[in-house]
């Protein structure tokens, strides 16, 4: 016999399914482990922004900088979810601002930032590391993060990890890469 909870659960993932796939409504039967449809198909895309505006960096730092006569930036890579629709879901960026001299970093900072879509939450960097090149001349840190779509009284049913990689270097350069994965699907059956 299904639950109301289970009842509340079949009728958000059928809104979920129609409105995302206008246009191709057919039926199934609904197994014992639900897999909603919609918003877990997620594909990724990636953005990049690069600023000589320092004023993010900390102000011993920027005075450092300007003593030493060392150049620093703020890049910023980040990944967007987006269902297969296009619609928008999340976004996770990792920032890092360094300064320079040259050949090597002699500053390097990192921050991340998200936002989220109706019915998605952030639920903090599932894991991080960063480690420097050789002399410091370049810093590679890599964040993913954890966000979860949650549907009111039902809870959470599925989670996404996006991820984003940086590399920053003492000649000014930089680069990044980023992407996604899946979490499995949470059983509705199990309470």
Known sequence: ???????????????????????????ESVPDTIQPSGSEHIMYDTFQRISHDISSLPKEMRQEAIINGDLCKTFTYGVNGRTYAGTWQFTFSQHVGWCYNGWQVTYHSVWHTYSTSLGWSYQGISSQSNAPGPNQSFWQDTATAKFSYCAGPVGCLFDRYPWV????????????SGGGGDGIPLSLGSQ
């Open 165 to 176: 990689n940086t590399v920053v270097r003492g000649d000014g350069s930089y680069g990044g």
């Open 1 to 27: 016999m299904w639950s109301v909870r289970m009842m509340f659960c079949a009728f958000m993932l059928c809104t979920l399914f129609i409105v995302e796939n206008i246009g191709h409504v057919h039926a």
